[in-house]
């Protein structure tokens, strides 16, 4: 007796069922993605916490200015980047998994200001910094943000982190998750996530920066908070406030 092979139908509705299993699954291996991204860049902010807190250490405590000439709070000194580097840290470090722009143009993001030959900063001058993908608590030079302007009150006012030697260093954030946005009318919460331009790495190179963990451009998931005190936690940003901005705005 001859083998019958699939007839036209049964195919058809063998390819309807792997794509049906296919539309289920798809969504919870993303889901999964995002969460072992969520998990990497956790622990890339742990990283930066525990070499912070050791230049403080080997600075009476007090911590790297976080950029010099650079005033957005997620510039770095490449002589801040080059100890944070001597304690172990890699280039990869300096930027979420889940930040596609940061990832995917990260060259012009970590030579921003000066070259990179593989292993170390090319000739850097003392104006030198970098375009980092997390935000940085830390006062500046010219010690001109005593205070964070809060333009929500649910958690109250919040200050700029200068030394470890803080109060209550549980609640003081020091690295966290880069949440910004720019005002936009029409969208969800009035500001769009995803487009972020109009001067730094848009007046070089005309790309956005973008927040990380994105839902979507008009609302972040949330994002990683690093503490003072070395712990790590996720906030939802239903839960983050507007807290500092005037074109660009930040949320933690």
């Known amino acids: 007796m001859k083998r019958k092979g699939f007839t036209l139908i049964e195919l058809l509705v063998v390819i309807a069922i792997i794509a049906l299993l296919m539309s289920i699954l798809m969504p919870a291996l993303s889901r999964v993605r995002e969460q072992a991204r ?3 860049c956790g622990s890339r902010i742990r990283q930066q916490l525990l070499a912070l807190t050791m230049y403080a250490n080997d600075n009476n405590g007090t911590l790297p200015l976080p950029s010099t000439p650079g005033n957005w709070m ?4 490449i002589s801040t980047v080059e100890f944070m580097l001597n304690t172990g840290m890699t280039r990869e470090m300096f930027y979420c998994p889940s930040n596609a722009v940061y990832q995917k143009y990260n060259d012009y993001f970590w030579e921003y200001t000066t070259e990179w030959d593989g292993t170390k900063f090319v000739n850097p001058n003392s104006g030198s910094f970098l375009i980092a993908g997390y935000l940085y608590i830390i006062e500046t030079s ?4 005593p205070a964070i302007r809060n333009n929500e009150s649910k958690t109250g006012q919040k200050s700029w982190c200068r030394t470890v030697y803080e109060k209550q ?12 946005g720019q005002t936009k009318a029409g969208t969800r919460f009035g500001f769009t996530f995803g487009q972020i331009g109009g001067g730094g790495i848009w007046s070089a190179y005309q790309l956005y920066e973008q927040s990380n963990h994105l839902k979507d451009d008009e609302e972040p998931e949330g994002g990683n908070i690093g503490f003072l005190d070395g712990h790590i936690e996720w906030r ?3 839960d983050m406030e507007d807290r500092v901005g005037s074109t660009t705005h930040y949320w933690w």
Do not use: M, P, V
């Open 236 to 238: 939802d940003f239903e």
């Open 38 to 40: 969520k998990r990497s």
């Open 169 to 180: 260093t549980a609640t003081k954030e020091l690295c966290i998750d880069e949440t910004a």
């Open 142 to 145: 010219r010690g001109d943000r």
């Open 74 to 77: 997620h510039d770095l000194a």
